[in-house]
Nanobody, 122 residues
Framework: QVQLVESGGGLVQTGGSLRLSCAAS????????MGWFRQAPGKEREFAAG???????TYADSVKGRFIISRDNAKNTVYLQMNSLKPEDSAVYYC????????????????WGQGTQVSVSS
C-alpha cells in the first residue's frame, strides 16, 4: 500500500505564492509517476500538473507559466510551486501517484492523498 502525505496548503491573497509537498511512503519501491489534481466546489476533479521519471513537467493550460512541478526521486516526494495565484485557483488540491511509469493525468489506478485546501482571496 502507498500512503501520500500532503502539506503546504493555506490562505493567500491574489498574486501570492504557495508551495505544496507530497511524500509517498509505505513501500520500499519508488513511485515514478506523481502529480497534482484539484477540485473546486461544484466541479469535478481536474488535472493540474504531473511528472514522471521519463518526462518533464506537464501542465493544464490554466496553470501554465505560473505553476512548477518538481520531484525528489530518492525521497519519493513531489512539489508544486504555485505563483501568481488567482481566486480561480481556489480548490482542494490532491496529490496523485502511481507505482508504474504511466501518465498520471489519465491513469485510472492512481493512489490519492487526502487533499489540502488552497484558498486565494482578493
Amino acid at each position: 500500500q502507498v500512503q501520500l502525505v500532503e502539506s503546504g496548503g493555506g490562505l493567500v491573497q491574489t498574486g501570492g505564492s504557495l508551495r505544496l509537498s507530497c511524500a509517498a511512503s509505505g513501500r520500499t519501491i519508488s513511485v515514478p509517476s506523481m502529480g497534482w489534481f484539484r477540485q473546486a466546489p461544484g466541479k469535478e476533479r481536474e488535472f493540474a500538473a504531473g511528472t514522471n521519471w521519463r518526462d518533464g513537467g506537464t501542465y493544464a493550460d490554466s496553470v501554465k507559466g505560473r505553476f512548477i512541478i518538481s520531484r525528489d526521486n530518492a525521497k519519493n516526494t513531489v512539489y508544486l510551486q504555485m505563483n501568481s495565484l488567482k481566486p480561480e485557483d481556489s480548490a482542494v488540491y490532491y496529490c496523485a501517484a502511481n507505482s508504474r511509469l504511466v501518465p498520471i493525468a489519465t491513469s485510472r489506478d492512481n493512489y490519492w492523498g487526502q487533499g489540502t485546501q488552497v484558498s486565494v482571496s482578493s
